[in-house]
Nanobody, 125 residues
Framework: VQLVESGGGLVQAGGSLRLSCAASGRTFSTYAMGWFRQAPGKEREFVAAISWSGSNTVVADSVKGRFTISRDNAKNTVYLQMNSLKPEDTAVYYC???????????????????WGQGTQVTVSS
């Protein structure tokens, strides 16, 4: 399984970015997908996750109302739309997927077995 993130970059506070994660190597539509992030000197934290069908999503409180996760199973791609960005959103963003089938998407990084290489998001004040 390969996951390749894209869409990161430098943006001013209040701006928007859309991250993409393209998956390959197995049937994309069968598995949940998640986004996590890690800022310098901090532990990796959960951002958002989506079920295999897209009907169930969960978003961290810190980004609720600003970030939206979605997926296009025809394109084997999951997205993270990030609006009203803040300097504290600066981090490397990773997408991930589990090796097992879950009915509901998980917020736990230990539930995810495959990870992308990450994409840097920097929000300037």
């Amino acid at each position: 399984v390969q996951l390749v993130e894209s869409g990161g970059g430098l943006v001013q506070a209040g701006g928007s970015l859309r991250l993409s994660c393209a998956a390959s190597g197995r049937t994309f539509s069968t598995y949940a997908m998640g986004w996590f992030r890690q800022a310098p000197g901090k532990e990796r934290e959960f951002v958002a996750a989506i079920s295999w069908s897209g009907s169930n999503t969960v978003v961290a409180d810190s980004v609720k109302g600003r970030f939206t996760i979605s997926r296009d199973n025809a394109k084997n791609t999951v997205y993270l739309q990030m609006n009203s960005l803040k300097p504290e959103d600066t981090a490397v963003y990773y997408c991930a997927t589990p090796s097992k089938y879950f009915t509901m998407p998980s917020m736990e990084s230990s539930s995810y077995d495959y990870w992308g290489q990450g994409t840097q998001v920097t929000v300037s004040s």
